[in-house]
């Protein structure tokens, strides 16, 4: 039997909860387990006030008009009063265990939710000296049966949707007691025997044992870190953050049938378990890199739901297909009508109807994935079809002038503080490439040589607000000529809720906006901007952006990375980057903000190593900002583990078969091994 | 060990000291304690001290007024508002009520007597304005809680209220944002406020409260909030020290509030306090 007491803690991979008990649902949020299947929150075993556990099963809900994550029996709950000194937890990011410390000599409790096999969660509970004071308090922990064991079940759901079934056995060491206790989760909402199927597992897990779990538990998460490695020489603090959040993104999704993945994840109860933008644009393409069965997943969420999406076209009397803004589990869209704001009004919630960005959003998803995995398979079969029925809803979308030019009207961009606008540029370039996309990739049988004409002929004629004397994009028509007030004028703030402060209508008649808009092409499709025009659209909405949404700063400091302004990128990525571990937002306590640590992932890899996947083969412009030695990076890339680690004057691929980079523009081939290219310091 | 710090032994010791004036708003007052004795548990003694140069035959006959309502009541002499302080201040007494003003017409800050003892006792008092028998019948179950979002005020909320109250009530939290409490980021602002609000009643507020935010001006925004419809009498917390740059929401809510306001004090002033990390700040390692 392995000792808990061998737990070695490397500070470089270990995250401390915090312990002030005002806090407890922050740290709930930031120790949670999940392993893509099933989620735990970092919960005390001991019950108490002010604790808000939790167990969740990916695609589990409840409730037709506003389905809501089912929340399953909590598994963790050990009868003992909580001691008066608060144990310390630590979060060990390269184990995937959540540790707690004891006082003393007392061995440290385990807990994990398996990464290698998705039903089993396990904890190993040292009940020691500092509950013994307590511990007169509660009745005795009870003995297993004949064989030690003792098996609970629990269900939650009215029809028994998720099965908890635990098997714990007790053993004691003078006055010290230790409870094990494995549990099996099953969910789903169909009409299996869950229970059946949990009784058999739950056996097959016992007859494993925990020892041997956790192994196989380690065995795998040490798997994941091989190809999600992220090194930071230089600045231990933001590799750490970065490690935190690339251990949650990988624990976020498996590769295993469908993953709708919510804004929160497992990690908390925030948004019912709801699905936005948030992942297409901000998870699947990283885990594109550090997991592609888990992001190939993710799409198939998508891809199952074009049915839901072509009636939704249908419904707004257009062609193709159209994703809602929020989905969960039957892909129709589940946003919210109305909602009290921050002035307790209640008022309209509108995204719903009319924030369609997002049906481009997961085009691109598609292929970004296709980009990083060269898994061209997926553009076969009802892939392709999402491509071309999403721009089909463009076309049958655009409204065409007297002179030609293709426009959008009446629609909410990323900054949701401008709502009901016209060529937005955002939604109508992302229209653009979802059009020209498909046409190029259209073939006989899945639209007419007319019909994909006029995909090319639309995107053409599509307004995008570019002014080519200075380069600008107006954000949406009419932008220019609203009240040009910067975010400082408002706030000193880095991040402020400019709705909130100002007023809606002021808001809304201003330039601020809430977070990256017309630089969110600058970040996804680089391409499709006018070349050179990052500089200018940096200079001119940066100073304008609140950051009132979590997802902005990331971005930013991507974007500023790739304009070469890294120092300055490093400032944001440090907010971006803490934003859960900070609870920056007040909102950490309802789960941890996956997007963000998406951006944050994808500042490191198209920011400060400026690493893309191109049509011809990968890119990189590394831009380190100066407290920082070196960067390394490992992704898959193509079928094979690649790492690539940048100084500032040069950059190193190691790979397993030989292929082409570009490294600042220039071809070179990546043989097997280390290949290093010089790119000298900072042009 | 003095009056002031001897524990209250049991709920037959609690009171509740009424102080009566022989004036149009007695019976607001009279109302006022008799709802709050029922939130407490407490009896109701009613006080009136007699001033040196009050007249002969004052016009509310306030022997036959506190028997109606069924209040003893002991007349003291002295000055009015020392007398008051120290009478409030004795073991048992769980709260004061006092007349907000005189006359029954509004829109004037609070009295100089309900202002001296509001800032002169350790014990919370309640506020009453004039019109109370208008607007209210009882019992009293819908608090409204203002609540800026630091340890030191809620905690004053928190401990204070709690002891004092002994039915379950209907709390209400308010908080108004303001540059310095206002979330930073809200991708989705009615979930993300939800996510908030219920972040600030776990850190702050009694049990099973709920919460409403407003913007703007603070004292503007409690003020207005302070509604009959809406509850049944307001509780804040404050430092008992007025000034024109202090306690402007006590000072604004009193002026214009038409349900009772219960002011409870701080902890002693020169006592040490802990700052809590506010909702938006936990750091982590």
């Known amino acids: 039997m392995t000792s808990t007491a061998s737990v070695h803690l490397d500070p470089a991979w270990t995250v401390e909860l915090p312990t002030d008990p005002r806090l407890e649902r922050v740290a709930e949020s930031l120790g949670a387990l999940s392993n893509g299947y099933v989620g735990t929150r970092a919960s005390w075993e001991e019950p108490g006030p002010g604790a808000t556990p939790l167990v969740v099963v990916q695609g589990v809900y409840a409730g037709r008009d506003d389905p809501q994550r089912i929340h399953g029996p909590i598994w963790t709950t050990v009868d003992v009063a909580r001691a008066t000194e608060p144990a310390r937890r630590l979060l060990d990011l390269r184990g995937g265990v959540l540790v707690r410390l004891g006082t003393g000599d007392d061995p440290p409790s385990l807990r994990f939710v398996s990464a290698h096999r998705p039903h089993a969660m396990a904890m190993r509970f040292e009940i020691g000296s500092e509950h013994a004071a307590a511990a007169g308090t509660r009745s005795e922990i009870a003995d297993g049966g004949d064989d030690g064991r003792r098996i609970t079940e629990a269900t939650s759901g009215c029809h028994d949707e998720i099965v908890v079934r635990t098997s714990e056995r007790v053993t004691r060491h003078g006055a010290r007691v230790t409870v094990e206790r494995i549990a099996c989760c099953v969910g789903g909402t169909g009409p299996e025997d869950r229970r059946g199927e949990a009784t058999e597992r739950l056996a097959e897990l016992d007859a494993i044992g925990f020892d041997r779990l956790l192994a196989e538990h380690r065995t795998a998460w040490a798997r994941r870190w091989e190809s999600a490695t992220v090194s930071i020489a230089g600045d231990p603090e933001m590799e750490r953050a970065c490690r935190f959040a690339v251990f949650h993104l990988l624990a976020a999704a498996r590769g295993n049938g469908e993953m709708g993945v919510g804004a929160r994840g497992l990690t908390g109860r925030a948004y019912g378990g709801h699905v936005f933008w948030d992942a297409d644009v901000f998870v699947l393409p990283v885990l594109a890199a550090l997991d592609p069965p888990a992001a190939r997943a993710m799409l198939e969420y998508r891809i199952r739901r074009l049915p839901a999406a072509r009636r939704a076209a249908a419904r707004s009397g257009r062609r193709g297909a159209r994703f809602p803004w929020e989905s969960a589990d039957t892909g129709d869209d589940v946003t919210p009508r109305s909602g009290v704001n921050a002035h307790g009004r209640r008022v309209p919630i509108l995204t719903g109807e009319r924030e369609e960005h997002i049906t481009a959003d997961v085009a691109w998803s598609v292929c970004e994935y296709v980009a990083w995995t060269g898994d061209h398979e997926v553009l076969t079969g009802e892939g392709r079809a999402l491509v071309m029925d999403t721009a089909r809803y463009w076309s049958s979308r655009c409204e065409m002038d007297a002179d030609g030019r293709a426009h959008i009207r009446g629609v909410i961009g990323p900054d949701e503080y401008h709502e009901l606008v016209d060529d937005n540029a955002f939604t109508n370039v992302m229209a653009r490439w979802n059009l020209r996309r498909a046409a190029a990739g259209a073939t006989l049988g899945d639209a007419t040589a007319a019909e994909v004409g006029n995909w090319l002929r639309l995107a053409d004629a599509l307004v995008d607000g570019h002014d080519a004397a200075t380069g600008r994009y107006e954000q949406f028509a009419g932008y220019w000529d609203l009240e040009p007030l910067m975010a400082a004028d408002v706030h000193d703030a880095e991040m402020f809720a400019a709705d909130v402060l100002l007023g809606v209508e002021r808001t809304r008649a201003a330039q601020v906006i809430k977070q990256a808009d017309v630089l969110m092409l600058h970040h996804l499709v680089p391409d499709e901007v006018a070349s050179g025009s990052l500089e200018a659209n940096l200079d001119h909405y940066l100073p304008r952006t609140s950051h009132g949404s979590s997802l902005s700063p990331a971005v930013h400091a991507a974007l500023l990375a790739r304009a070469n302004r890294a120092d300055e990128a490093l400032t944001l990525f440090r907010t971006a980057a803490r934003l859960d571990l900070d609870d920056r937002t007040g909102s950490t306590a309802g789960g941890l903000h996956l997007a963000t640590m998406g951006g944050t992932w994808q500042a490191l890899s198209s920011g400060f190593l400026g690493l893309r996947a191109l049509h011809d083969g990968l890119h990189l412009d590394p831009h380190l900002p100066r407290p920082w030695r070196t960067l390394t990076l490992s992704c898959w890339y193509h079928g094979q583990i690649l790492t690539i680690r940048a100084t500032h004057h040069d950059v190193a691929i190691t790979c397993e078969h030989e292929f082409t980079a570009f490294v600042r523009g220039v071809a070179g081939r990546c043989v097997p091994g280390r290949t290093t290219f010089q790119i000298g310091d900072h042009p | ?285």
Not at chain 2, 204 to 212: D, K, L, Q, S, V
């Open chain 2, 1 to 285: 060990m003095t009056d002031d710090d001897q524990p209250t032994e049991s709920l037959d010791d609690r009171r509740i000291v009424a102080a009566l004036a022989p004036s149009a708003t007695a019976p607001a007052v009279l109302l006022a304690s008799r709802l709050l004795a029922e939130i407490t548990g407490a009896d109701v003694a009613g006080v009136h001290v007699a001033e040196r140069d009050a007249p002969r035959s004052p016009s509310v006959d306030l022997d036959a007024l506190a028997a109606e309502y069924g209040v003893p009541l002991d007349v003291l002499s002295g000055p009015v508002e020392a007398a008051l302080v120290d009478r409030i201040g004795r073991h048992g007494v769980v709260g004061a009520v006092v007349g907000a003003r005189d006359r029954l017409v509004g829109g004037r800050p609070a009295g100089h007597v309900a202002l001296a003892v509001a800032q002169g006792s350790r014990r919370p008092v309640l506020v009453v304005p004039p019109d109370l028998d208008a607007v209210s019948s009882g019992p009293w179950r819908r608090v409204l809680v203002p609540l800026e979002g630091t340890l030191e005020t809620s905690d004053a909320v928190l401990d204070a209220f709690g002891s004092l109250v002994v039915v379950e009530m209907r709390p209400v939290v308010l908080h108004v944002f303001t540059p310095t409490t206002a979330p930073p980021a809200l991708d989705r602002p009615s979930r993300d406020l939800d996510v908030w609000g219920d972040e600030f009643l776990a850190r702050h507020a009694p049990a099973g409260a709920r919460i409403e935010h407003r913007c703007g001006v603070a004292s503007d925004e409690v003020a207005r909030a302070c509604h009959a419809d809406r509850a049944d009498l307001v509780v804040l917390s404050w430092s008992q020290v007025l000034a024109p740059d202090r306690a402007a929401i006590v000072q604004e809510v009193l002026r214009r509030s038409p349900i009772p306001v219960l002011l409870l004090p701080l902890q002693v002033v020169d006592a040490p306090t802990v700052e809590a990390p506010p909702v938006g700040v936990g750091p982590s390692s």
